[in-house]
């Protein structure tokens, strides 16, 4: 491992966490040099949804490369592309009544979230953005102005432009609905928050730990939206893509956003963002937003290959299933233990453990590596410990990693009392 501490920035994180030099990866397991197994409970922050090389995907890709298909094709017509956006529309969009339109933006999510600001901004000819507490939107500049945690902004940054935070649903406890708290700035001439173009919103808050909106909250915020002729984009980076049960993440609330940034596993796991938009706002002149890597055209071979999952409600319900015991396995956990002042949090397949005490959760996912598996924290304080397997994740691996958890939970306690006990003699 030498050579990534002489070479690699000091940047590099996730290498930190999870310290194995790995080789391979099938499904929902990876395999390190020394051909160790570990069970994947990160599925690439969300990038895996459909798990490491989904053999469907990898023949597509085989055999796109063997008959030398485009690979990089800017934002030209390619047979590649032509099958995505065909695919896309009979599969996703048409089912659900959404007309949207496409726009391939740069390859990261953070790309499509720039890009969705600033049409925005351009349609509305307003600069504000509202976001919300907890919100992960990003880290180039303009997400970053939009992404709550102070861990990734600095004030030197000039991170502070055009945009205003106000809390999302359950800030204050259940008591305070932050949406007639929204109301009363947005009506109030006086409140210092100028009528923004947009109001940023993730239905799931992913990297904010895992603080699930209700449909109720959903539902008012977009009621909000369209009374004050504020426009509102879903990022659905993380949470679409079947995270939360169906293939958008609003569904459940029964609303439709006027934009939706979608990235991560609409790749499969290769660098594809696309922003969609009510036709009306397509306003943009031809090759006004740019950019040089918009069209991976394997990442569309692999999309589209991946999309047949939802030909039929049979994955939904599979993803149904898992939910269930994924939520029970945990509850179970939750009760075992339950001197650990602990909350669990999710719905579908993300499901979030917040610790009262914040290092717990980063003893437990070091604690469950060490058992092989890979978890990830989540939350301003890494305070949470995150479940993010693939959907595709088989029953038995789910028990595996359950089991794993709590054996891990059991060895931070156990130290905790250790260490309690060898302070006290
Ligand atoms: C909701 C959300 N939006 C945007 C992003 C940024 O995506 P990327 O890291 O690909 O730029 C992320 C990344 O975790 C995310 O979870």
């Given at each position: 491992m030498r050579i990534f501490e002489e070479m690699e920035s000091e940047v590099r994180g996730y290498i930190r966490s999870f310290p194995a030099l790995f080789d391979t990866a099938k499904g929902s397991e990876m395999f390190d040099e020394q051909g160790n197994r570990y069970i994947d409970f990160f599925a690439g922050a969300g990038t895996l949804n459909y798990g490491h090389n989904n053999p469907a995907v990898s023949e597509a890709m085989i055999e796109y490369i063997r008959h030398d298909?485009?690979?990089?094709?800017?934002d030209k017509a390619?047979?590649?592309?032509?099958?995505?956006?065909?695919?896309?529309?009979?599969?996703?969009?048409?089912?659900?009544?959404?007309?949207?339109?496409?726009?391939?933006?740069?390859?990261?999510?953070?790309?499509?979230?720039?890009?969705?600001?600033?049409?925005?901004?351009?349609?509305?000819?307003?600069?504000?953005?509202?976001?919300?507490?907890?919100?992960?939107?990003?880290?180039?500049?303009?997400?970053?102005a939009v992404t709550g945690n102070s861990f990734y902004r600095d004030e030197s940054y000039g991170v502070r432009?055009?945009?205003?935070?106000?809390?999302?649903?359950g800030y204050f406890g259940d008591e305070i609905n932050t949406i007639d708290y929204l109301r009363r700035l947005l009506?109030?001439?006086?409140?210092?928050?100028?009528l923004p173009a947009a109001i940023i919103v993730e239905t799931v808050q992913g990297e904010g730990g895992i603080h699930v909106a209700s449909d109720a909250w959903l539902k008012s915020l977009a009621d909000i939206c369209r009374e004050f002729d504020i426009l509102l984009i879903i990022d659905d980076?993380?949470?679409?893509?079947?995270?939360?049960?169906?293939?958008?993440?609003?569904?459940?609330?029964?609303?439709?956003?006027?934009?939706?940034?979608?990235?991560?596993?609409?790749?499969?796991g290769l660098p594809m963002s696309i922003l969609l938009m009510r036709p009306e706002l397509d306003q943009w002149k031809p090759g006004e937003h740019t950019g040089t890597f918009r069209g991976n055209n394997l990442a569309f071979v692999a999309s589209a290959k991946l999309l047949e999952y939802w030909d039929t409600p049979d994955f939904a319900n599979g993803v149904a299933a898992k939910s269930q015991r994924f939520e029970a396995g945990l509850s179970a956990i939750v009760n075992k233990y339950a001197d650990t002042e602990m909350q669990l949090r999710?719905?579908?397949?993300?499901?979030?453990?917040?610790?009262?005490?914040?290092?717990?959760?980063?003893?437990?996912?070091e604690e469950a590596f060490k058992r092989n598996l890979i978890i990830e924290t989540a939350g301003a304080n890494g305070q949470v410990?995150?479940?993010?397997?693939?959907?595709?994740?088989?029953?038995?691996?789910?028990?595996e990693g359950l089991e794993i958890i709590d054996a891990a939970m059991q060895a931070v306690i156990e130290k905790r009392q250790q260490l309690r006990m060898g302070s006290l003699s």
């Open positions: 298909g485009i690979i990089h094709g800017l390619t047979i590649a592309k032509k099958q995505f956006l065909q695919k896309f529309r009979e599969t996703i969009l048409a089912p659900r009544n959404l007309e949207y339109k496409v726009q391939f933006t740069g390859p990261t999510g953070t790309n499509a979230v720039e890009t969705a600001l600033k049409l925005a901004r351009m349609v509305k000819k307003r600069s504000n953005i509202i976001a919300f507490t907890n919100s992960y939107h990003g880290l180039s500049m303009g997400s970053l432009v055009n945009s205003a935070f106000v809390p999302f649903d009506e109030d001439q006086s409140s210092g928050i100028d980076i993380q949470m679409g893509n079947g995270r939360t049960g169906t293939f958008f993440s609003f569904e459940r609330a029964g609303i439709t956003p006027d934009m939706v940034t979608l990235s991560k596993s609409i790749g499969g999710g719905v579908g397949m993300v499901w979030g453990i917040e610790f009262n005490d914040p290092s717990f959760a980063g003893e437990l996912s410990i995150k479940c993010l397997a693939a959907l595709t994740i088989s029953e038995a691996l789910i028990d």
